[in-house]
């Protein structure tokens, strides 16, 4: 259906069938090929009774709407209306009652498009990632004209209006169901979002006496996109409608600003949300914030406003493996659905293809705004859901380090007697705290208290020594991994350890203490600082040990491969003969091959496959350009066969060959058939992706010569292999944010199991103290590493059980193979659950 609802009201020429060839070589376009239009009619049960009519005459019971959540909205009450629209038409004259019978339900699935992923019930919508690319794009070149010269930038993110914005009475009008017939003040009004045929939802707060007269109306949506940049590259201040400044933020923003510059940083980063605002619910504008800096501490201050760029470009990876799989779900929920079965929205919970009540979702949204509206932004963020609060949070910690005088060291490590004292922000007096009205020693103290004199909390004072340290392959995202770790642990009380190259650098005594400026603008850098190698500590225990010792490494966070993980099991085997391994001892993984037991996904991943697929399309464009012509592309993973697989659905690749998968000469055959089938159509190319290590003896000159031979006359081949240019680059603004987030939460595990052995002595001599954090399905879990075994295959160097080989027959249903796809774990409609108190926010 071209132009959206309008095209649906319109019928016509507006709805056409999609063929098989009519959807080819669109995955790389950016928008929406079939359009998309604000449609005033449909708003009217006119034009509601217009689309029944044009839908009942071509016999379409199914509707898959793909929008924001005033699309889904609109869609659902079109559904509700269903059976009267039905009965009205027939009373009419226009159908008879046959037509009523046979088309007596509508079915409608809906699928989350929207860059502002401000639709409660979903992790991540459509678009989101896209857009977080165009951004980090422009911040990444930003940066580097604001280090040359010194700035402060100033970066408006794009959204949906928020704050007080005037209209007059015909503009609130057009935006309404219906025209006002009163000066009575509405509230909850329907409204035109910022996401394309959003025309149903966003709260509207109106307050008129008389007609004509100019009416306040205040939106104030999530700003997902806002805190997301802010946690990827690392921005001094980020401005939220969630989370207003607090009172006299003027003076604590040029406070930070001052004290970054004092520790060299040469630029500052601030990020708006469009529509920002303080307590008070007034606007906080871009030009606002720059007079401000520029008055009080005379920088150098520019204002860009990104507008539109976030909207446009090339889909990212992620996005095409979500709305692939998203579509999938939603046709087969179609195809399940009864006339009992509610409107439900196809949504990512984790990692998991979900479906959830759309009025559900609808009504969370609007329960978000209404507590904005009346200034409850805690709970707020609280029903924004746990990815949206984990955000803040980590932000929050990474961002504001506390002055060195607030971290004073009176405590020892895991093995020190002395126990835990708090210090005070405000009123610090060594190892006491002021406390109805006088100050408590460490035996009086109660954790969890604020302090009564200056209301802030504890600074732990653990003294421990922690060490982080990268193995294996690099990996984009490795550096934003350590700069979380390294905050979030001083911001622990904890002193950082940083080891250079691996476990060959550890044994060499390549140790530094590493402090909160050193890892500044870490964030956007690839490969890793810190340098890494593929070593294992097995021949250098000894020597690691005393180390370790000497340096009293009080815990240890390895960032890596599967290398780390072996590492880590050589080390927990070691803890029988060393007792310097006897602390707590953490794995993120971090490996373009995403290969590591324990997790579903690795840092450094999404970056070698957006390289993947940018590199893809280009090959498909050269492909086109000169017609008949099929590329043979390598990608890296050793065994794993993740990048292949994902590559090919990512980029619409014709095949993908994996070790996960064996094949043989009579399936390199089929695909020869099926590509010279393909030529015969108005898309003559092919790309076929391979893993490096799929077969031993099909390799990459193989099938090359093979595809070659059998396709003469009627396609060339050519082959290219990808090689190191996977692990370089940027890392992607999912690599930037996932790095950052894991390894934050490791630092809080690694502080929690301190925290339980301060002054007790205690040695950590359990499988749980040495454990590897990941993503499994819908959690976060740390999963002790000799548990771990079991779920490993050595020989491979690949988990047993890989999510992803799930969605394999879904890349080949969409290179028109025949194959049967396993769908969402049980089909049923989930409701949508409200994050309880306590509950982990989600990575």
Known sequence: MHKGYQGLVDGGSNIVEADWESVSSILQVGGTIIGSARCKAFRTREGRLSAAYNL??????????????????????????????????????KIDKRDVEKHAHLNVVGMVGSIDNDFCGTDMTIGTDSALHRIIEVVDAIMTTAQSHQRTFVLEVMGRHCGYVQADRTQVERSLPQPLESPAPIANAPWRGGAAGSAWHAQAVLSATCRGQPHKILLSPPRYLALVSGLACGADWVFLPESPPEEGWQETMCIKLSENRARKKRLNIIIVAEGAIDTQNKPITSEQIKELVVTQLGYDTRVTILGHVQRGGTPSAFDRILASRMGVEAVVALLQATPETPACVVSLSGNQAVRVPLVECVQMTQDVQKAMDEGR??????????????????????????????????????????????????????????????????????????????HTPPVLQSGCNVGIINVGAPAAGMNAAVRSAVRAGISSGHRMLAVYDGFEGFAKGQIKEIGWSDVGGWTGQGGSILGTKRTLPGKYLEQIAAQMQAHSINALLIIGGFEAYLGLLELLAARQKHDEFCVPMVMVPATVSNNVPGSDFSIGADTALNTITDTCDRIKQSASGTKRRVFIIETMGGYCGYLANMGALAAGADAAYIFEEPFDIRDLQSNVEHLTEKMKTTIQRGLVLRNESCSENYTTDFIYQLYSEEGKGVFDCRKNVLGHMQQGGAPSPFDRNFGTKISARAMQWITTKLKEAQGKGKRFVTDDSICVLGICKRNLLFQPVAELKKETDFEHRIPKEQWWLKLRPLMKILAKYKASLEVSDAGDIEHVQRRGHGEPAAI
């Open 56 to 93: 009942v005459k071509l016999g379409i019971t199914n509707l898959c709407v793909i929008g924001g959540d005033g699309s889904l909205t609109g869609a659902n009450i079109f559904r509700e209306e269903w059976s009267g629209l039905l009965g009205e038409l027939a009373q009419n004259g």
């Open 377 to 454: 932004f805690k709970e707020a963020v609280q029903l924004r859901g746990r990815s949206f609060e984990g955000n803040l949070n980590t932000y929050k910690l990474l961002a504001i380090k506390k002055p060195d005088s607030q971290i004073q060291k009176v405590g020892g490590g895991a093995a020190c007697p002395r126990p835990l004292l708090p210090s005070c922000h405000g009123c610090l007096v060594a190892g006491s705290w002021w406390q109805a009205g006088h100050f408590l020693s460490v035996h009086e103290y109660e954790w969890g208290h604020t302090c009564d004199k200056c």
